[in-house]
């Protein structure tokens, strides 16, 4: 078991270009979060999924943020149309359902030029 | 709506001492209070987790209370080590179904 995995880890593009992250959590884990976290700032909460449902998603989610869970493994979050205040580290974290911890990914970071 | 508070925004000791960083919360029916430490560009390290049942947990020279009917936690550092220089957040979940809520942390320097 090696944690909750995050790739890429750094991602650099200009305004406008679609930019896609995956996440990797921890195989028996059935819950994930996506969370997005700007300088300065806590973590702020996106999107979560059970198994392969995606049960909740913040206001901050705009239509341009799109983020699945196919088989209930992996997850990926995608932002279109890039715009520079998208720029952020975007977290991962999982946990079984009914546990207390979440175990938090590296995080992939996100700048727009 | 739960919101979480982190005082002071940044710290600056000398190494060994103590010292205590406080979190307030608006919303005291709580579920569990946990603290994380997140290094500079880095994701975030679970430090000590705390049900709602519960008064205080340790680990090492990591001590966290928490009073909720105030709606408040304290994470009380002995010993302080430059090791220890990174950002303290703190964070409230209200129930198992809903997503932790952080506070803005607190950033630590330990100076050797």
């Known amino acids: 078991d090696t944690g909750v995995s995050q790739n890429p880890r750094h991602k650099i593009t200009k305004r406008g270009q679609n930019v896609t992250f995956r996440c990797d959590p921890i195989?028996?884990?059935?819950?994930l979060y996506w969370y997005r976290q700007t300088l300065g700032q806590g973590p702020e909460f996106l999107t979560y999924f059970q198994n392969e449902a995606q049960l909740e998603k913040s206001r901050l989610l705009s239509d341009r943020f799109s983020a699945e869970r196919p088989k209930g493994s992996f997850s990926t979050l995608e932002i279109q149309r890039t715009e520079q205040g998208d720029s952020a580290m975007y977290l991962c974290?999982?946990?079984?359902?009914?546990?207390?911890?979440?175990?938090f990914g590296a995080g992939s970071r996100l700048t727009v030029l | 709506k739960q919101e979480v508070t982190q005082i002071p925004a940044a710290l600056s000791v000398p190494e060994g001492e103590n010292l205590v960083l406080n979190c307030s919360f608006t919303d005291s029916a709580i579920y569990n209070l946990q603290w994380f430490r997140q290094d500079p560009g880095k994701g975030l390290t679970s430090l000590l987790l705390i049900q709602s049942s519960q008064r205080e947990q340790t680990s090492g020279r990591l001590n966290a209370s928490l009073d909720k009917s105030s709606g408040r936690s304290t994470l009380y550092i002995a010993a302080s080590q430059p090791g220890d220089s990174a950002t303290y957040l703190c964070a409230v979940l209200n129930s198992g179904n809903t997503p932790l809520v952080f506070g803005k942390g607190t950033r630590l320097s330990v100076i050797a």
């Open positions: 974290a999982s946990r079984k359902a009914g546990a207390n911890v979440l175990t």
């Open positions: 195989s028996e884990h059935n819950r």
